[in-house]
């Protein structure tokens, strides 16, 4: 009689536009590494190995924003071949720092920087991959953080829903006993209206937060506004604040758009 193996589930990790910070990520997982490899079979993963299973795979992570029209055609090659596909960092689900060229003339940069523009095949935008693809989910972070990563897979694996927090990151200061640096200090900080995930690093390091996460949930824009006004901190440095990692993010995107006079 056969014994019936259950096989492991085959695991893609894909790059498109991005730094690879987020990929790193899985790798400086170190220990947890271990575990991950003795329950998901790492099919393709070029930033950690040449091996190459093909498709279709059971889970897909994806890192950068589509930026060409071959990469547009991609990714909706990856999504044929995945059960599951989760974007992963600020360029995948907002476009990243390189969405900047969306509020411009992308042409115009590319005649000044570059020798040859003739040679330069690029879109118009830096876009998410949500806008070409349907995603399962969306795990923010510029880069993600790696205690998300391994609730993300450990929830696949035992067919839950991942775990990942929604609230802001004045939440994480709370939690962790750090003074609020607008209120104690007057430092300007986008942690009001920021999705939590980093374990407010900065504000405990006496700097204002970043917004390395994206927007939170409904994000009262206005009310940061206010306050950051008060700080005597005027619209055109609020615009440069919000349009850093995730410029792209609808929340920052309308806001520092309506803000930009």
Known sequence: MTKNIRQKPKLAVWKFASCDGCQLTLLDCEDELLDIVGAIDIAYFPEATRREVAGPYDLSLVEGSVTTAHDAERIQEIRRESTTLVSIGACATAGGIQALKNFTDVNEFISIVYANPAFIDTLEASTAISDHVEVDLELRGCPISKHQ???????????????????????????????????????????????????????????????????SIDPNMESLREIWHRLGIEDPDLVRALRTFNAYAPEFKEASTAYDR
């Open 149 to 215: 990563l391994m609730e993300v897979v450990d929830a696949y694996l035992h067919g839950r829903r991942p775990n990942t927090p929604n609230h802001s990151v004045c939440v994480e200061c709370k939690l962790a006993g750090t003074s609020c640096v607008m209120v104690a200090q007057r430092i300007p900080c986008l942690g009001p209206v920021t999705q939590a995930g980093c374990g407010a690093i900065c504000p405990a390091f006496n700097r204002g937060c970043f917004g390395c996460f994206g927007p």
